[in-house]
């Protein structure tokens, strides 16, 4: 749309960032960890939500002269990103970390990484964050 830019991500300097990169390397030069890659993995249903919001709110546009749809594709791709880290699931956790857990989940452990996913819009904005719905 023309210069505006929306992004979804783990955004900042911090512990949650790294372990965003982690996670997209596979490792690499971390050490081993499994490629989980949540980012790349929901990176074309974010795009196919965004494509769908654009149309929908086309229209609002025209009609009232409202334009929330940055905001919207924003908001839509941290839920999507938030999904997408709550349904990995392989490579699982072994069975002392499931102990310690209480739960077979390797993407989430506290809920910071998920609840850190959210959106921005022209590099402003925290859409979706904290939100764990």
Do not use: C, H, Y
Not at 9 to 34: C, H, K, Q, Y
Not at 103 to 123: E, Q, R, T, Y
């Amino acid at each position: 749309m023309g210069s505006n830019k929306v992004q979804v991500g783990i955004f900042g300097d911090g512990e949650l960032t790294m372990l965003a990169n982690i996670f997209e390397d596979g490792g690499g030069r971390w050490g081993s960890v499994p490629d989980w890659s949540p980012l790349e993995t929901a990176a074309p249903k974010i795009l196919e939500a965004a494509v769908n919001i654009v149309k929908q709110e086309a229209a609002q546009m025209i009609i009232n002269g409202k334009d929330n749809t940055l905001k919207k594709v924003a908001l839509e791709g941290a839920g999507i990103l938030k999904e997408t880290i709550e349904g990995i699931k392989s490579p699982g956790n072994k069975e002392s970390t499931i102990k310690k857990k209480g739960f077979d989940n390797p993407m989430v452990d506290s809920g910071k990484f998920k609840k850190a996913a959210s959106g921005k819009v022209n590099g402003v904005g925290t859409f979706g964050k904290g939100k764990l719905g």
